[in-house]
């Protein structure tokens, strides 16, 4: 028994209700078990008791051995002046409080015990695999659009951060979120700092010319040092070099990595690619905002690097023609961490409930993402569709499953209880 497991049962009253008695014998009725507090005090708050005649209105505290009351301090606690009942697992003292005490050892029954001391100690990709398949469908559909609720709240807290950093500008923050994403997970920190680098106003001034874009960005990044031999590296040397003096731009200690890397994904032509996108649009997160057709800003993102990229993965160093083309499955991973992330959060702070639901929808009409994760759950028979199911059971897995949370997850609970 663990003190999670008793709040769980007493929460819910998984147990035997009928004839109770405290462990001084007299007769009591759980009119209501009260709050569960997650705050300093007793774990339960506002409950209300019958023993014998008397209704008791109050605080509940849970311990697994009575004794607890003593070693945790209650006594001259002030937090625990207006309990009205000591609920334990186990009444192993002869513990003389003001108030009465259950004992529930004997009332729990032994296969909800059984269950969830499988879920706990059973080494398994999720604690419930065993029979997640009985769970209604309808308890699915809630609980999933709970987790991807809470994975976007989650990913708000970076933009929240931006915001504050940049004086509440949402078009800064989306471009610093943008080249976070283009960075892929190895190069993010540093396409970030990049960003961070340029100001949103510099990058708006000189975005009509795509070689000064990628001067900004490709100078900043400590790629444009030393002697070229090409004469478009050359030409995107001189323009960096004049445009650096001119904005009195500070290069960021921003390492670049290659290595164990597909060559599409290497930052120099993510960079160029990203330098398209911003040639090719103007005020990004205010289209997206006002747009209601995912399609629309998917094809936005889609964006082809320069012509000189097609022949070059490396500065100065030509390859094999392969038009670098950002794809659709990157553009769905910027949909997906970027772009409906920063929607919901503008949705959330403003209130806009409809901003907040297109968020939702928009992760219904985006691919399913594949990876560990979900051919794991693929795997134990759980239907990956969209999107929507990934980032959700990403979620549920990584902060839910990975933690054994099963007493707050609503599969865990419905499992635990049965029918």
């Known amino acids: 028994m663990t003190e999670k497991l008793l709040q769980y049962i007493w929460q819910f009253q998984y147990f035997n209700t009928a004839n109770l008695e405290t462990s001084d014998g007299e007769p009591i009725v759980i009119l209501h078990p009260g709050n569960l507090n997650t705050n300093q005090g007793p774990d339960f708050i506002n409950a209300k008791i019958k023993v014998g005649d008397a209704i008791w209105a109050g605080h509940v505290e849970l311990h697994i051995q009575a004794y607890d009351w003593v070693l945790h301090k209650h006594g001259i606690d002030k937090h625990y002046n207006n309990v009205v009942l000591h609920v334990v697992w186990k009444n192993d003292t002869s513990l003389i409080l003001p108030f009465p005490s259950l004992e529930l050892f004997d009332k729990v029954p032994k296969l909800l015990l059984k269950k969830y001391e499988d879920m706990m100690t059973i080494a398994k990709f999720i604690p419930c695999e065993k029979n997640i398949q009985l769970a209604p469908s309808l308890i699915w559909e809630i609980w999933k659009e709970r987790m991807l609720v809470e994975r976007l709240q989650q990913k708000s807290a970076l933009i929240k951060a931006y915001l504050q950093k940049n004086n509440n500008h949402w078009e800064e923050t989306f471009w610093w979120l943008l080249a976070k994403n283009f960075g892929v997970k190895i190069n993010s920190d540093s396409f970030e700092k990049i960003a961070m680098s340029i100001p949103l106003t510099v990058m708006a001034k000189h975005k009509t010319q795509i070689q000064q874009a990628e001067a900004l960005l490709f100078g900043q990044a400590s790629m444009l040092t030393g002697d070229f031999k090409d004469s478009y590296m050359v030409m995107l040397q001189k323009e960096y070099n004049f445009l650096q003096k001119k904005y009195q731009l500070c290069v960021p200690d921003a390492p670049m990595y290659f290595l164990r890397m597909r060559p599409s994904n290497f930052p120099t032509v993510r960079l160029a690619q990203l330098a398209m996108l911003v ?69 959330n702070i403003h209130g806009d409930t409809i901003l907040k639901d297109r968020a939702l929808q928009w992760m219904e009409q985006i691919a399913a993402e594949k990876n560990n994760i979900t051919r794991g759950f693929e795997a134990i028979g759980i239907k990956v569709k969209t999107a929507f199911d990934t980032q959700a059971l990403i979620y549920l897995k990584n902060e839910y499953c990975n933690n054994k949370r099963c007493l707050e997850c609503a599969i865990g609970n419905k499992l635990l209880r049965g029918n």
Do not use: C
Request: hydrophobic fraction near 40%.
């Open 279 to 347: 040639h090719n649009s103007v005020h990004l997160f205010s289209i997206i905002k006002d747009t209601t057709d995912v399609q629309v800003v998917k094809k936005m993102m889609d964006v082809t690097a320069n012509d000189y990229w097609h022949y070059h993965y490396m500065p100065d160093e030509a390859s094999a023609y392969k038009e670098k083309r950002l794809g659709l499955q990157m553009a769905d991973n910027i949909l997906i961490n970027t772009v409906i992330p920063i929607l919901f959060t503008y949705g």
